[in-house]
């Protein structure tokens, strides 16, 4: 058997397998610490089956699935997946792909060695000045994207990195965000240079690359697996406009976080006629 998704629902699990079972796709629900399996019972089916999940991942509310159980006289869900929940930690890595996590962690150990007062802003802070710009040192195009310089500020980024970025890791590959990360981090961080100077850090930037991508990609093709809730859309965006007005009580990288807007809606764009992973 193929393993085809993990779902924290086992209703929706369900669901979703009587449905397949309509096509004649059958498959096979196991419970595990990580959630609620959907397994392929014939591999003949895979291509069928995978295009099916997608579609699902899309509109996994829609009557289709739910009326499949009616239909297969099961309302209720077989597992009671009660006896396994998981536990948080499980659960944020389980959210999370590999370029996701390495992110969090050398996100975490720069802020650390910030703390204990090792000279790291120095090393990894954006070019001093223009006249550096065509220096040996390309990485300073990237790496002030992982200076943090508060609890807060250090934190609320790296929530929004592991919920956007590691949705995209998980739908599209480790590829997809790679990319979005070095281009989310190095165009704003330019961008930022210009309007304020070298000393500004900060995940932000690249997490407003992972929102505008996530909301055009999931708008233009529903297909992708990609989710990105209007209320949240609203949220960031007002919270781009209070920054702009310095309405926020701190010091925000204004520019960076519209460059990364904008370099995420131009990948949405490009996107749109990919295929899926």
């Known amino acids: ?17 009587d449905y ?49 159980s009616w239909q297969s006289g099961r309302a209720d ?4 997946y ?11 890595l389980h959210q999370a792909g590999p370029l996701t996590l390495v992110v969090i962690i050398a996100c975490l150990a720069i802020y650390a060695l910030d703390a204990i007062g090792l000279p790291i802003f120095d090393e990894l802070a954006f070019h001093p000045t223009l006249a550096q710009f065509t220096d040996w ?13 508060s609890v807060l500020h250090l ?18 590959g480790s590829g997809k965000l790679f990319i979005l990360l070095i281009v989310g981090a190095a165009l704003p961080n330019i961008a930022e240079f210009f309007a304020s100077g070298p000393r500004f850090g900060g995940l932000s930037g690249v997490v407003y690359a992972l929102l ?3 909301w055009l990609r999931a708008r233009l093709q529903p297909a992708c697996g990609l989710a990105m809730p209007p209320a949240l859309m609203g949220f960031m965006l007002v919270w781009l406009v209070l920054g702009f007005f310095d309405m926020l009580g701190t010091s925000t990288a204004n520019m960076a976080h519209l460059a990364g807007l904008l370099v995420g809606l131009a990948q949405g764009w490009l996107d749109r006629h990919h295929k899926p992973v």
């Open 212 to 214: 505008g991508y996530s």
């Open 1 to 17: 058997m193929i393993q085809l998704l993990v779902l924290g629902d086992a209703r929706m699990a369900q669901a979703l397998v």
């Open 137 to 149: 040192q390309a990485w300073r195009y990237i790496t002030p994207a992982f200076i943090h310089f």
């Open 20 to 68: 397949l079972a309509t096509l004649g796709i059958p498959c096979e629900l196991t419970q595990s610490e990580l959630g609620v399996s959907v397994w392929l019972a014939d591999e003949r089916r895979l291509a069928q089956a995978q295009q099916e999940v997608k579609r699902f991942l899309a509109e996994p509310s829609h009557p289709r699935y739910m009326e499949a």
């Open 155 to 172: 934190v609320f980024n790296l929530l929004w990195w592991w919920y956007l970025g590691g949705q995209i890791e998980q739908r599209l």
């Open 77 to 80: 869900a077989r597992i009671d």
């Open 82 to 92: 009660s006896k396994g929940m998981t536990d948080p930690v499980t659960d944020f």
